[in-house]
């Protein structure tokens, strides 16, 4: 079975949507993920479930291309979520046929945060979403281990954990890690490099993970430990924003780059799943 590929919403950072799938197309991948909500106050989103003119030419790129959209980015559960609130953005997930919503966490207090996330999973449950955790060091779930608690806690059939290749290892993630998650709990990863030293601080984590992250063969993550113990037919998201080399090469090649260099890595650890 051949690897399914989709571009990160943050590979392109820029592109309206149907601009993102137009470029996924020529570049090889299936599907694209797109940011509806942005992830923090005041960065960049397209919140289709207001522009119905972007979202009807965002539908009108999907038929073009065939590119479909696999991962919906996001949602941040803080001490005044509501699930009810986000209604539009499920109707506007379901209309384009997403997969997965990407899910962050702040709020400080642990049983809120689960009764958030498991009320996110059932409101989202009749739009045929899953809900995906990403643990980031600065985040209220800093790493693997939290975000398993959160998510067994809320027993959802459609709860999930997103394991970002950078935050796995800045986190100080182990590899055998992996094999101890359920199988239905990971619906795609992230795969981008970095170097081998972690950043110091918080600061220099969020802006290495948000601006300059490498392609995947690059660094120092050790990506193959990494991507073996994870399913032989999981969807990758190729997630790697670097703002100067974007500037430098444009949003079209850049995208084709990340998407041969993690082709490269992960096919040469997995040859049974090449590309098509």
């Not at 065939?66 to 005044?80: H, N, P, Q, S």
């Not at 948000?210 to 193959?224: H, K, S, T, Y």
């Not at 080399?245 to 444009?250: C, K, P, Q, T, V």
Request: charged share 25%.
């Amino acid at each position: 079975m051949a690897r399914v590929y989709s571009l990160s919403h943050l590979t392109t950072e820029g592109l309206r949507p149907p601009e993102m799938l137009e470029v996924a197309a020529r570049t090889g991948y299936r599907y694209a993920g797109i940011r509806l909500l942005p992830a923090a106050p005041g960065g960049l989103a397209f919140p289709l479930m207001k522009d119905t003119a972007l979202r009807r030419d965002t539908r009108a790129a999907i038929a073009a291309t065939g590119v479909g959209i696999f991962d919906l980015e996001m949602v941040r559960l803080d001490a005044r979520f509501r699930a009810e609130e986000y209604l539009d953005f499920f109707e506007t997930g379901a209309e384009l046929g997403a997969r997965v919503i990407l899910v962050a966490a702040d709020d400080p207090d642990p049983g809120r945060l689960v009764a958030s996330y498991a009320a996110l999973c059932e409101a989202a449950r009749p739009f045929g979403l899953a809900c995906d955790l990403e643990f980031m060091p600065w985040t209220r779930v800093p790493d693997l281990d939290a975000a398993r608690r959160v998510v067994a806690q809320a027993a959802q059939p459609n709860g999930g954990i997103i394991v970002d290749a950078l935050h796995f290892d800045r986190s100080g993630g182990r590899p055998e890690q992996l094999t101890e998650l359920p199988r239905d709990w990971l619906h795609y990863a992230q795969l981008c490099d970095g170097p081998a030293e972690r950043p110091a601080d918080d600061a220099e984590l969020i802006r290495a993970a948000r601006c300059e992250r490498w392609l995947p063969g690059e660094g120092g993550i050790d990506l193959a430990g990494f991507w073996r113990q994870l399913p032989g037919d999981l969807p990758v998201s190729v997630e790697v924003p670097h703002q100067r080399r974007i500037a430098e090469l444009g949003h079209e090649r850049w995208a084709r780059e990340a998407l041969r260099a993690s082709r490269r890595l992960i096919e040469n650890l997995d040859p049974r799943h090449p590309t098509p």
